[in-house]
Nanobody, 117 residues
Framework: QVQVVESGGGLVQTGGSLRLSCQVS????????MAWYRQAPGKEREPVAS???????SYDDSVLYRFTISRDMTKNTVYLQMNSLKPDDTGVYYC???????????WGQGIQVTVSS
C-alpha cells in the first residue's frame, strides 16, 4: 500500500513564505512524476508544479518565479518552496505521485495554505 503524506502548510501573511513537503512510502514500483496541485475555495483542483523523473520541472504561470519544486529521491520526498505568497495562493494543496508502472496516481490527503492580506 502506498501512502502520500503532506506537511508544512499553515497561515502566512502576504509576501511570506512556506515550504511544503510530501513523503511517499510503501510499495511503489517507481516514481515517474511528482506534482503539486491546489484547490481554492469554490474552484476545481488545478496543477501548480511538477517534476519528472529526469529532473525537468514545469509550473503554472501564476506561480512562476515564486514557487520552486524540488525532490530528494533518497527520501522519496518532494518539496514546494513558496515565496512571495499572495491571497490568491490560498487553498488546499495536494501532492500527486505517478508511478512508473500502470501508471497509477496516488494522492495525499491535502494540506491547507492560507495567505492573509
Amino acid at each position: 500500500q502506498v501512502q502520500v503524506v503532506e506537511s508544512g502548510g499553515g497561515l502566512v501573511q502576504t509576501g511570506g513564505s512556506l515550504r511544503l513537503s510530501c513523503q511517499v512510502s510503501g510499495s511503489i514500483f517507481g516514481i515517474k512524476t511528482m506534482a503539486w496541485y491546489r484547490q481554492a475555495p469554490g474552484k476545481e483542483r488545478e496543477p501548480v508544479a511538477s517534476i519528472i523523473g529526469g529532473g525537468g520541472t514545469s509550473y503554472d504561470d501564476s506561480v512562476l518565479y515564486r514557487f520552486t519544486i524540488s525532490r530528494d529521491m533518497t527520501k522519496n520526498t518532494v518539496y514546494l518552496q513558496m515565496n512571495s505568497l499572495k491571497p490568491d495562493d490560498t487553498g488546499v494543496y495536494y501532492c500527486k505521485i505517478r508511478s512508473s508502472n500502470g501508471p497509477y496516481d496516488y494522492w495525499g490527503q491535502g494540506i491547507q495554505v492560507t495567505v492573509s492580506s
